[in-house]
């Protein structure tokens, strides 16, 4: 079979996606800048989660995880790809199509399901008008999810991980236009999110028409193989999204509390970094590849890109574990602490942020564990284990919030990625030495942690000399930038030195494009 250079794919869309965070990073900040924590930001929040809730449902959630494993096998044995896209295409158009029109109508219900503790309040009123301007985004983003999943199978990463950066550049340039012209900055920002999804889907839509996958919108036909897609993608609905369900049940909680959904939402936006930096290049990278080496019959490249994606996801996901939680007061300060965002805001924040950095590394691990069984197109057996972590999510942030308040929601949402990974781990036994992590991955991850913790420690010693020069305005980013230079030199030198990640891995991965070693 021909190889996919599976680091290089890694080191793609991990690429397009940092720099999409980094300008992620300066829209968030004029966001909580010019509207602060109170009910624009709030019934922002609610209208914008909304579509991007059913997003991992319809695109890189259920149907795009059932649709990538049976395009990439049908690519690699020239069984009509192309026919069996469009199809697909235009089914998944249809629905969305239905979807759109049927949340119109029942947008008041939606966003009650997502904040009823907003009932009675300005934000509830104003969350179902910027809902109704939203939701229809869930249209375009899906379909380019769709073409995103076959420029992906077929080794093309770079326009699909661009596309987002389209997102926030419209964001700000909305944003901006409303100050400069005195507008209202909510409603510039509520009309960006249909708009970014329309410019994502032509930029995705063009390569995949320059990659000989022309689609357009046709009369959908229920063929027998889009059936089997059906099949296979309901269960994936709950399987792929549970961590969005987890969040909903967490918002859910936090909307009874006041500030501790914007607080939560800022906090996700922060560790969304390195999880979409490094989960999410992962999981888009893997699924096509052990799909494609299934199908050739490659247990032994299958289990070799099984075990470098977990290595290298956890090479840099742990230190960035140890980094949320040994300085989230610094980060939230700098980044974000400015005009209507308060220090109070930034003090819930941190807190936030330090209870879901204990949760990166089982964020980042789904990502690697569950194409594992999409690439079988077995989705129910993720589905058992969805529920069973949404039970433990919901019983830690109902339980708990009486006892300790809005910390429960982050709390659940934490337990629940814990338990999920323990049950794919444990699902995982059946499928043999493929879905077994190699001895290379098990002696350097120990390493990976000992490096971290000796990064967590320079942290500590480096952030008290920095205190006053984070708080000042000129020179706190220089600041914050000199601390997490002593974070990454002193992470990465251990790391070489007791040998949990060495360079020369890297490249020869690359090299051998993804196959086994």
């Not at 009823?116 to 309040?121: H, L, N």
């Not at 999110?193 to 229920?222: C, D, E, H, N, Y």
């Not at 320079?458 to 000042?472: D, N, Q, S």
């Amino acid at each position: 079979m021909k190889p996919t250079r599976l680091i290089s794919g890694f080191m793609t869309v991990g690429g397009w996606t940092f720099g999409s965070r980094i300008l992620g990073f300066v829209r968030d900040a004029m966001i909580v800048a010019l509207l602060g924590t109170g009910p624009a930001y709030q019934a922002f929040i609610v209208a914008f989660s909304l579509p991007n809730m059913f997003r991992r449902f319809f695109a890189e959630g259920a149907f795009n995880m059932a649709f990538v494993p049976m395009f990439a096998k049908r690519l690699e044995g020239d069984d009509n790809p192309k026919g069996f896209a469009q199809d697909a295409f235009s089914g998944l158009a249809s629905v969305l199509l239905i979807l759109t029109l049927a949340a119109q109508i029942l947008m008041p219900a939606l966003v009650f399901s997502m904040a009823s503790g907003f009932v009675g309040q300005e934000q509830f009123d104003l969350a179902v008008l910027f809902g109704r301007i939203a939701f229809p985004y869930i249209l375009f983003i899906s379909l380019a999810a769709l073409l995103s999943g076959i420029l992906n199978s077929t080794g093309r990463f770079a326009a699909a991980a661009a596309a987002p950066i389209l997102l926030n550049v419209i964001f700000i340039a909305f944003m901006s236009f409303a100050v400069w012209n005195g507008g209202n900055v909510a409603r510039a920002l509520i009309w960006a999110v249909p708009v970014a999804g329309i410019a994502q889907f032509i930029l995705v839509w063009g390569a995949a028409s320059r990659a000989g996958f022309k689609l357009s919108i046709t009369r959908p036909v229920l063929t027998p193989e889009i059936k089997q897609l059906i099949i296979v993608a309901l269960p994936a609905a709950m399987a792929s999204g549970v961590v969005q369900i987890n969040l909903l049940i967490g918002r859910q909680v936090a909307s009874y509390f006041d500030y501790a959904m914007d607080w939560m939402y800022t906090a996700d936006r922060l560790y969304q970094l390195p999880l979409g930096v490094v989960g999410i290049a992962v999981g888009i990278v893997l699924l096509p590849e052990l799909s494609r080496r299934l199908r050739a019959g490659d247990e032994a490249g299958g289990r070799h890109a099984f075990s470098r994606a977990g290595e290298i996801s956890l090479a840099l996901t742990i230190p960035a574990a140890v980094a949320l939680l040994v300085i989230p007061g610094p980060l939230v300060t700098v980044l974000f602490e400015r005009g209507k965002f308060t220090a109070e805001d930034t003090a819930g924040t941190a807190i936030a942020v330090a209870i879901y950095g204990l949760g990166l590394p089982a964020f980042v691990l789904q990502k690697v564990l569950q194409p594992l069984y999409f690439a079988r197109s077995d989705t129910r057996t993720p589905f058992r284990f969805a529920v069973g972590a949404m039970i433990v999510n919901a019983a830690c942030a109902v339980g708990l919030a009486p006892v300790i308040g809005w910390t429960a929601a982050a709390i659940g949402t934490t337990i629940a990625a814990w338990a999920m990974v323990g049950m794919l781990l444990w699902g995982a036994r059946r499928m043999g030495d493929t879905a077994r992590f190699d001895d290379r991955f098990r002696t350097r991850v120990p390493k990976q942690i000992l490096a971290a913790v000796f990064m967590g420690a320079v942290l500590m010693l480096f952030r008290l000399p920095l205190t006053e020069a984070l708080h000042t305005d000129g020179v706190r980013y220089l600041a914050l930038a000199a601390l997490v230079a002593a974070g990454v030199i002193s992470y990465f030198g251990a790391a070489h030195v007791i040998g949990a990640l060495r360079l020369s891995d890297v490249k020869s991965s690359m090299r051998r494009g993804g196959s086994a070693g």
